[in-house]
C-alpha cells in the first residue's frame, strides 16, 4: 500500500467500496479503469437496488455551486463528465431541459427562466434529467457486465482494466486497521442465516453507503443523521397517460409551485428501459409538505403496520393516506400538478434529513467517505449525485498522482459543507420561510401539514 502521502499510481490496489448504488458505482468504475481490483459490498439482498422512480437532474441549478464545480476542474457538471470520459455503452442518459416555470396557484405563469445554449446562468451547463434506474442500469453494464434484469447491453472489458466484483446482501460490520497492510472488512451475507462473518483485506476503503452510512457510524460516530421537518412525495407518470393541455403546459421544463410550507416541481426523465422519446418519457413529480415527528412516523408506517424511517416505498403507503394526499392535491395544488400527482399509481415517501461527517479521510488515508455518506445533501439544489461523481472523478486524480489522499480530504470537505450549507437555507426558506414565489399566494396557502 502506498502512504497516504505517496503516489497511489505506482501500486495495483485491492479496494473495498461500501456501498453499490450511484456513488459506489461511479467510483468503482473511475478506479477499475486505472487497472485496480474493486469489490463493491451492497447492503441489498436483491441482485438490484430497488428503483423507486427518482428522477435525477444532471446538473446543478445554483450558478454558485456551477463556479464551484468548474474551480474544481469540472465542466460544472461531472455526472455529464463522468458518463463522456466512462460510458463505453454510448447510452443516452437524459432526457434535455430547456428552463425553468414558476406558477401561481390559480396555475397561470408567475415567471419563467429558460436555458440557451449558453447554458444554466450562461456558464455552459444545459439543462436535464436522467433517472435513478437508467443512470443505474449503465453504470453496472460498465462495472461488472451488468445484472439479472439489465436492458442496457454489456460495455466491452479493455486491456488494462481491474477486476470487478459486486456482492449482493453484504452488510458490512466493523473496519480494522491492520497498519502498513492495510484494512480488515468484516460483513456478514444477510441471505445466510447463522452464517459465520466474512473478512476481507483491503488496500484501500470508500463509504460510499448513502446518508445513513454504516462506514460513518462506525468512524465518525457523533455525525448524526436528522429529519430536517419535512417530506416529499415522489412519483412518476407516463406522459402520454397525461391530458394534452397538461403535457404541453410542463413541456421540457422544470415546472414549479411554492406556498407556505410547499414546494412541489415537475420534470421529464426517462421512461420505460431508458427511453427518452416524446410520450414515452416519464413525468417526475417531488412534492415536500411540512410534518411534524410524529406526522412523519405515521405516514412512514407501511400497509402492513412496519415503521421505516426514512422512506417508504412503491407499494407501501397505506391507501388512506395516500387518499388524504390526493385529496389535498385537488384542494391546494394548481391544475396540472393536481392531474399529474392524483395519476401516479404508486407514489413513495421521502424524509428530508441533514448529515455531515467530520472528515473525510480516516485510517491515516486508508478510508474515505463519499457522497451522501459524507454529505447528505438537500434535494432542493439538485447535487447529490453531482457530488458523488465529483468525488469519484476526484479519487481518480488522487490514485494518478495528481493529489495527495490529504488534499482530497480538504477539498471534499469544503464541497460538502458549503452544499449542505446552501441546501439547508434553500429547504428552510422554502418550508419555513416566505419564499419570494410564494408572496401573493400566502393567504391562500392552506394547512402545511398532511391532516
Known amino acids: 500500500m502506498a502512504a497516504p502521502n505517496g503516489n497511489f499510481s505506482k501500486e495495483k490496489q485491492n479496494i473495498v467500496i461500501i456501498g453499490g448504488s450511484l456513488a459506489g458505482l461511479f467510483t468503482g468504475i473511475t478506479l477499475s479503469r486505472l487497472g485496480h481490483s474493486i469489490t463493491i459490498l451492497e447492503r441489498s439482498t436483491s441482485s438490484t437496488l430497488v428503483d423507486q422512480g427518482a428522477g435525477i437532474s444532471i446538473s ?25 470520459k466512462y460510458d463505453r455503452t454510448n447510452t443516452p442518459t437524459y432526457a434535455h431541459g430547456d428552463g425553468f416555470q414558476y406558477l401561481k396557484k390559480d396555475g397561470s405563469v408567475r415567471r419563467k427562466m429558460m436555458v440557451d445554449e449558453k447554458g444554466i446562468g450562461g456558464l455552459g451547463v444545459e439543462a436535464g434529467a436522467a433517472s435513478w434506474d437508467l443512470l443505474y442500469n449503465v453504470l453496472r453494464a460498465n462495472f461488472d457486465g451488468g445484472f439479472e434484469d439489465a436492458y442496457v447491453k454489456t460495455a466491452p472489458k479493455q486491456f488494462g482494466d481491474g477486476k470487478t ?62 429529519y430536517v421537518g419535512y417530506a416529499g412525495w415522489r412519483g412518476t407518470v407516463k406522459e402520454s397517460l397525461l391530458t394534452s393541455d397538461t403535457n404541453k403546459f410542463f413541456g421540457t421544463t422544470v415546472t414549479l409551485f411554492f406556498t ?26 417531488v412534492w415536500y409538505n411540512n410534518y411534524s415527528a410524529e406526522e412523519v412516523k405515521e405516514i412512514l408506517k407501511d400497509v402492513n403496520g412496519k415503521q421505516h424511517q426514512y422512506s417508504l416505498g412503491i407499494g407501501k403507503i397505506q391507501p388512506s393516506v395516500k387518499a ?22 404508486a407514489p413513495f415517501i421521502q424524509a428530508v434529513t441533514d448529515n455531515l461527517a467530520t472528515k473525510s479521510v480516516f485510517m491515516n488515508g486508508k478510508v474515505v467517505l463519499i457522497g451522501d455518506a459524507l454529505a447528505g445533501v438537500r434535494p432542493h439544489i439538485t447535487c447529490g449525485t453531482t457530488q458523488a461523481a465529483l468525488h469519484a472523478f476526484m479519487l481518480g486524480q488522487v490514485f494518478e498522482g495528481q493529489m495527495s489522499v490529504e488534499e482530497w480530504g480538504k477539498k471534499t470537505m469544503e464541497f460538502g459543507t458549503f452544499v449542505q450549507g446552501t441546501g439547508m437555507q434553500m429547504g428552510n426558506l422554502s418550508q419555513f420561510g416566505d419564499h419570494p414565489d410564494a408572496i401573493d399566494d400566502v393567504e391562500e396557502g392552506g394547512s402545511t401539514g398532511w391532516r
Not at 185 to 210: C, M, N, P, S, W
Open 260 to 285: 407556505k410550507g410547499v414546494q412541489i416541481l415537475t420534470y421529464k426523465i426517462p421512461g420505460l428501459n431508458g427511453n427518452c422519446q416524446p410520450g414515452e418519457r416519464l413525468a417526475n413529480m
Open 324 to 345: 388524504r394526499q390526493q385529496e389535498k392535491a385537488v384542494q391546494t395544488l394548481p391544475k396540472a400538478h393536481a392531474e399529474l400527482f392524483t395519476k401516479i399509481e
Open 165 to 226: 466484483v459486486y456482492v449482493s446482501g453484504a452488510l458490512v460490520t466493523s473496519l480494522k486497521d491492520l497498519g502498513t497492510p492495510g484494512v480488515e472488512v468484516t460483513y456478514k451475507k444477510l441471505e445466510d442465516q447463522g452464517a459465520e462473518e466474512k473478512r476481507i483485506k483491503a488496500d484501500f476503503v470508500v463509504g460510499a453507503d448513502g446518508s445513513s452510512s454504516v462506514v460513518r457510524r462506525l468512524l465518525d460516530p457523533t455525525a448524526e443523521r436528522t
Open 60 to 84: 446543478p441549478v445554483i450558478p454558485p455551486i456551477i463556479l464551484k464545480l468548474q474551480a474544481l476542474s469540472t465542466s460544472g457538471a461531472p455526472i455529464v463528465d463522468f458518463f463522456k
